[in-house]
């Protein structure tokens, strides 16, 4: 098999989605499937389960300190050797492991054998996960997942730790910085959040028994419950409500006047065209 896309595109943040081919869709398809059925991805990964990133943060609302930790590049850090030792820890022969990574990676940069998993292709998440998993950073956030002393949940590259306990969350959180080092993940020290009474992720302010859509956010849903079609403002309202339900009710009034606004102008053109007919 010989990786390929079609073309990439830029997002905004500067990184690059390629577009892959139909072959290589169909077998990223094929190798996403039997990863699955060899490996049980562990249930803290919310990105391989039903809930997606409000359900990582929900499992935490009951503890009242809170950190993050943020995987800089991390698709650009799963390299072809990583992948390649990962498929092996679950049973792959060496020339498939490597047929596989060199199937879904692709060279990113003009410096020579720089491949890594692109944004894009099917597997990729599936490939990022399991290679994660069978890190020093994945082992440490195996012990932590299962002390009684941590609740540790993961959404792609962030990690969120909660207890009741300062102290605990500290080690914690400063033992897997150490991991992330030993497996050569930069850590996005930015976005990355020390023990705190509360945190954002997700653009979702987390504290003890609360979540709130930040404002900024809040903001951007305002302005798109204003100018988008009925069936997406509901989208946005049922998002917000699994998250906060008050914030959820401002954009249900601010949304029913805007609809009410609309019929109203509706009804005077009918009007007027009845008129001029």
Excluded at 63 to 78: K, P
Excluded at 109 to 119: I, M, N, V
Aim: glycine letters at 4%; one cysteine or more; proline letters at 4%.
């Amino acid at each position: 098999m010989l990786g390929s896309y079609v073309y990439k595109f830029p997002l905004r943040n500067g990184k690059h989605v390629f577009v892959p081919s139909l072959v290589s869709r169909t077998n990223g398809a094929d190798i996403h499937r039997e990863l699955l059925r060899r490996w049980r991805p562990p249930s803290y990964f919310y990105h391989l389960r039903n809930g997606g990133h409000l359900a990582a943060l929900k499992l935490h609302l009951p503890n009242r300190t809170f950190a993050m930790i943020d995987i800089g590049g991390f698709f650009d850090s799963i390299t072809r050797s990583k992948i390649h030792r990962a498929l092996r820890e679950i049973g792959f022969d060496h020339h498939e492991a490597w047929e596989i990574a060199c199937e879904s990676t692709v060279e990113k940069t003009r410096r020579a054998k720089d491949f890594s998993l692109p944004y894009g292709f099917v597997q990729s998440p599936v490939l990022a996960s399991l290679a994660l998993d069978n890190s020093a950073l994945g082992r440490r956030m195996k012990v932590l997942a299962r002390s009684n002393h941590t609740r540790l949940t993961n959404y792609v590259d962030d990690i969120i730790l909660s207890w009741v306990d300062v102290d605990a969350i500290e080690q914690s959180w400063l033992s897997l910085i150490s991991s992330a080092k030993l497996s050569r993940f930069e850590i996005n020290e930015t976005k990355s959040q020390p023990p705190s009474p509360k945190i954002t992720a997700f653009n979702v302010v987390l504290s003890n028994n609360a979540m709130a859509i930040t404002e900024d956010r809040l903001r951007e849903f305002e302005d798109a419950v204003l100018r988008e079609e009925p069936l997406a403002v509901a989208a946005i309202i049922a998002y917000v409500r699994s998250a906060n339900r008050s914030q959820a009710g401002l954009l249900a009034r601010l949304a029913s006047i805007s609809l009410n606004a609309t019929v109203r102008e509706l009804a005077t053109e009918l009007a007027q065209g009845s008129t001029a007919a």
